[in-house]
């Protein structure tokens, strides 16, 4: 028999602080939903009617990392038991893949946390691996895994060990279709900074088509996770920085070095390259004007951007339309915005032509 179920409350998870702003944007007063459960990184919506599980209709801004439609809530002691009632009970959905996230515990780079490496959440999905092959389901190879567009996705929420969330989500962008929205990329033993899973993470999700041989610049490349990254994709990396590059990337012979603040380069130096990536700790409006001026050179030939936007506090989110409109001004078509899961206090701006 298949299951047909319908949802009132939906849920958004974010960085831990995002949380105020986003109650803020989807609980307007006469809005869509009215403010429900909400801890550190998860924030549910109660919706003012009932929508089937698998609608496409989901609450959608840059500083949401993942979102679904909210089932039940589970609780209960024993992890093994809790799966085993859950399989019995959401077997006979139509799901395609399973994914079993925790909530961040922090924010990302604290102590060495990052997003999506739960050894918790590791435990339960395979658990729910093992008695998926124990009563012969299929499914049991979707668990954790990346689901492809239009892919039916149940999702089990760590909230707490206790508490648990079921919901569901239809994969209709690549992010939706990452386990809690969190890319986790191949970490190097030698990574040189957290920028390495930062520019993973922002290649991936905007499907930026850097290829081997193709020359970009990064404006803030010191000490140069971001390049090993780049040079690991086979590019030819130039690096603007008037910090001191990491040696391993130094005297790497696909990179080269202009120790200079961007504004000290001259414009026309930008000519050669396909890609452009800032990641400048300064304020926003100094980063979009530094970036207007390279891209609006005659000179200048650039196909893809990526840019970190700094956010000096939460509130700063509010201009991100303003800032997306900017870079669209630019004559880039495709352009989108949001908070990595690798991204501390800011958000990536990817553009396309
Ligand atoms: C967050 S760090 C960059 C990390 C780097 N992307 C990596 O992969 O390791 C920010 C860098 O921006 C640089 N920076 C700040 N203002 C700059 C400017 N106007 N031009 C070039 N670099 C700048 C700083 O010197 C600093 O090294």
């Not at 089932?71 to 077997?91: D, H, M």
């Not at 996705?153 to 707490?160: A, F, G, S, T």
């Not at 899973?197 to 290649?203: P, Q, R, S």
């Not at 030939?301 to 700063?316: F, H």
Request: hydrophobic share 40%; net charge negative; aromatic share 8%.
């Amino acid at each position: 028999m298949t299951l047909s179920l319908t949802s009132t409350f939906d849920y958004v998870a974010c960085q831990h602080g995002a949380e105020p702003t986003l109650k803020q944007v989807f609980c307007e007063p006469n809005g869509t939903y009215r403010l429900a459960y909400s801890q550190k990184g998860l924030v549910t919506l109660k919706s003012n009617f009932a929508i089937p599980c698998w609608s496409k209709v989901l609450p959608t801004h840059p500083l949401v990392r993942s979102r679904g439609h909210i089932l039940k809530k589970c609780e209960g002691e024993v992890a093994e038991t809790l799966v085993q009632s859950i399989v019995e009970e959401y077997r006979g959905l139509d799901w395609t893949d399973l994914h079993v996230w925790q909530r961040d515990i922090a924010q990302p780079g604290w102590h060495g946390f990052e997003p999506g490496r739960s050894a918790l959440a590791h435990y339960v999905a395979e658990a729910f691996e093992k008695r998926l092959r124990e009563v012969e389901d299929e499914r049991a190879a979707r668990v954790n895994q990346i689901a492809s567009l239009d892919s039916r996705v149940l999702e089990i929420i760590i909230d707490d060990p206790n508490r648990w969330w079921i919901a569901t989500r239809l994969v209709q962008n690549v992010e939706d279709g990452w386990v809690g929205g969190v890319y986790v990329p191949h970490e190097p033993a030698d990574m040189i900074s957290r920028a390495y899973l930062k520019i993973a993470e922002a290649i991936s999700w905007s499907q930026m088509p850097i290829r081997p041989g193709d020359q970009v610049v990064e404006i803030g490349s010191s000490p140069g996770g971001a390049c090993q990254h780049l040079i690991d994709l086979g590019a030819k990396v130039t690096g603007v920085d008037p910090a001191e590059m990491d040696p391993r990337i130094a005297d790497h012979p696909s990179f080269e070095h202009w120790r200079a603040r961007s504004l000290q380069v001259k414009r026309k130096a930008f000519a050669p390259f396909r890609f452009l990536i800032c990641d400048a700790n300064v304020a926003p409006n100094y980063t979009l004007d530094t970036i207007e001026s390279i891209v609006a050179y005659p000179t200048t030939s650039v196909e893809g951007l990526i840019m970190t936007i700094k956010l000096s506090s939460w509130e700063q989110s509010d201009h991100i339309a303003e800032h997306l409109e900017r870079v669209r001004g630019w004559g880039f078509t495709q352009v989108a915005a949001r908070q990595l899961a690798h991204n501390r206090r800011e958000y990536c701006i990817a553009a396309k032509r």
